[in-house]
């Protein structure tokens, strides 16, 4: 079993920061990328960013320069986010995707997601 565990939402005021963490704990043998996806009302799951291994980080055009994904060496992806605006509003939701064994295909696999509310 793999679970990934998230922490750090809230509400913020326009122009503060707020900075997520997710967790990837269980069977775990190797993680291709780390990423996170936000998805507000009524609107399809959007990737934020991402970070694979050995590779560039990726970004949405409407946070580049404001977000930061970072990833440790214990399977901890964060997500630095500043100067925040309300159309940065959503649910964030925490993606991996990785093996479980040599055997085993590569999977994908959700956090349950956290609010981040941008509002004054």
């Known amino acids: 079993q793999v679970q990934l565990v998230e922490s750090g939402g809230g509400l913020v005021q326009p122009g503060g920061s707020l900075t997520l963490s997710c967790a990837a704990s269980?069977?775990?043998?190797?993680?291709?990328?780390m990423g996170w996806y936000r998805q507000v009302p009524g609107k399809a799951r959007e990737l934020v960013a991402s970070i694979p291994r050995g590779g560039s980080t990726n970004y949405a055009d409407s946070v580049k320069g404001r977000f930061t994904v970072s990833r440790d060496d214990k399977n901890t992806v964060y997500l630095q986010m500043i100067s925040l605006k309300p159309e940065d509003t959503g649910v964030y939701y925490c993606?991996?995707?990785?093996?479980?064994?040599?055997?085993?295909?590569?999977?994908?696999?959700w956090g349950q997601g956290t609010q981040v509310t941008v509002s004054s």
């Open positions: 993606n991996t995707v990785l093996q479980i064994s040599p055997i085993h295909p590569r999977r994908e696999y």
């Open positions: 269980g069977n775990i043998f190797s993680i291709s990328a």
